[in-house]
């Protein structure tokens, strides 16, 4: 298994600010994703985040909203920039251990006003 | 990555074999079928995975079709903890550097009742 911490776990956030959500991992790991989750709804994939080059993104997500950044093999971050109530969502880290395995962090849950 | 096509929702009988279908009619030959689960409120929990032999762990069993057009995750014996979304997601694999990545489609809302 793998412990991976998110921090915020929860925030709210006003209309046209930017939140940047941290993912720490116990122990190096290769591939780290990052999902998000609106009310309802299955994960969608946002990006994979590339250690030492720029992140890969989902067709319908762009650098300049969600930029990634995974300066080593246990931590990364995911930008929400100029927030709209349409980002209300939880974003979620996730990072591949042995054996073709995702583990989940928890999320943050971030409801935008 | 070849899309799949699960019920939305099942019941179980608490105590019951549970058997939650998934079809993939489009696989690939190189694709595997992953089953995940998120229980209400926290991340998605890796199950089971599978290219072409059946296979089977503490958590459940995973059945593959011969033609690999379909396959049925069984959780033997489920209990009420076991209600949550699952998701059947079929991907070449998560290979570092070769663009692996899993995407979740809407997956079985499954409900184990006493």
């Known amino acids: 298994s793998a412990v991976i911490s998110q921090k915020p776990s929860r925030d709210i956030c006003q209309r046209g600010t930017s939140l940047t959500i941290q993912c720490q991992v116990d122990s190096q790991v290769t591939m780290m994703f990052w999902y998000r989750q609106q009310p309802g709804q299955s994960l969608t994939l946002i990006a994979t985040a590339n250690q030492g080059s720029e992140a890969t993104y989902e067709s319908g997500f762009v650098i300049d909203k969600f930029p990634i950044s995974r300066p080593n093999l246990t931590f990364s971050t995911l930008t929400v920039s100029n927030m709209s109530p349409e980002d209300s969502s939880i974003y979620l880290c996730s990072v591949l251990r042995s054996n073709e395995k995702l583990f989940f962090g928890s999320g943050t849950q971030l409801s935008v006003l | ?114």
């Open chain 2, 1 to 114: 990555d070849a899309k799949t096509t699960q019920p939305t929702s099942m019941d179980c009988a608490e105590g019951r074999a549970a058997n939650l279908p998934c079809n993939h009619s489009t696989i690939s030959g190189n694709e595997y079928v992953y089953w995940y689960r998120q229980i209400h409120s926290q991340g998605p929990q890796y199950i089971i995975h599978g290219l072409k032999n059946n296979e089977t762990n503490e958590m459940a069993s995973l059945i593959i079709t011969e033609d690999r057009k379909s396959s049925t995750l069984i959780l033997p014996h489920a209990t009420l903890r076991d209600t949550a979304v699952y998701y059947c997601i079929v991907s070449r694999g998560l290979i570092y550097n070769q663009g692996g990545k899993l995407i979740f489609g809407q997956g079985t809302e499954l409900s184990v009742k006493p």
